[in-house]
């Protein structure tokens, strides 16, 4: 993502109350947040939030939290939440690398991961949001049987996906090259990302992946 220098939206962020400040303190506690006991899904690099906006309203029963490392992605997010009245749906400014500060073990019941920073770098791999070493980061937090649902439009980082997720011993519940022309297109909600490559003609690969525990 092309990064503009928001003026502004680190202020704008730090008063809003759809964002957790302080989310640290909330780690094992997230079920306060939101009042109930429903289950908590999470989305990790969210950007501009329309994908994590529409589940909401779709899932009253599902809370939803929103995971994004920068300021000037995530004021968007929050300009788009003003619109809505939702009690579901929180974000954080975050970077997941230290998830394990704020989620507790069995805490969230699914991740998305939506076209994720592809990290092309061999030297860089263990950055991808689906390397092994982010894997073991999510198996801490999930509670069993729970997902890993993972878009993109990069071959190479859904290849790459696909190896860490064996090597990792998680299972495979489905995988497709071609999403939007599969039996899994149904009910898919698409992102801003997949908007556009779709748009360009681009294939979007999916899987969905879990551990048995
Ligand atoms: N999910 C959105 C945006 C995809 S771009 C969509 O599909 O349209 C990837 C996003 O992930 C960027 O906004 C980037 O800032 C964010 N991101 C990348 N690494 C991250 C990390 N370690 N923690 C939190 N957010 C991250």
Do not use: C
Request: glycine content about 4%; proline content about 4%.
């Amino acid at each position: 993502m092309r990064l503009k220098n928001v003026r502004g939206s680190k202020e704008a962020i730090t008063s809003n109350e759809f964002v957790v400040h302080d989310p640290e303190s909330f780690k094992g506690k997230w079920k306060e947040v939101f009042a109930n006991n429903n289950p908590i899904h999470i989305e990790i690099g969210m950007g501009k939030g329309k994908f994590l906006i529409q589940l909401a309203m779709e899932n009253p029963e599902i809370n939803y939290i929103g995971i994004e490392k920068y300021s000037s992605v995530l004021i968007r997010a929050i300009e788009k939440r003003m619109e809505v009245e939702l009690p579901n749906l929180y974000f954080i400014l975050f970077n997941a690398e230290h998830i394990n500060d704020i989620f507790a073990e069995n805490e969230i019941a699914q991740i998305y991961l939506n076209f994720s920073d592809p990290w092309p770098k061999e030297r860089h791999a263990r950055r991808r949001l689906t390397s092994k070493e982010y894997l073991a980061r999510y198996d801490k937090l999930l509670a069993p049987d729970s997902e890993v649902i993972f878009k993109t439009d990069n071959r190479d980082l859904f290849v790459f996906s696909l190896e860490q997720v064996e090597l990792a011993n998680w299972e495979i519940h489905n995988s497709t090259y071609d999403l939007h022309h599969s039996e899994y297109s149904i009910g898919n909600v698409m992102t801003e990302y997949e908007e556009k490559f779709s748009a360009m003609g681009k294939p979007i690969h999916r899987l969905v992946t879990f551990r048995v525990k």
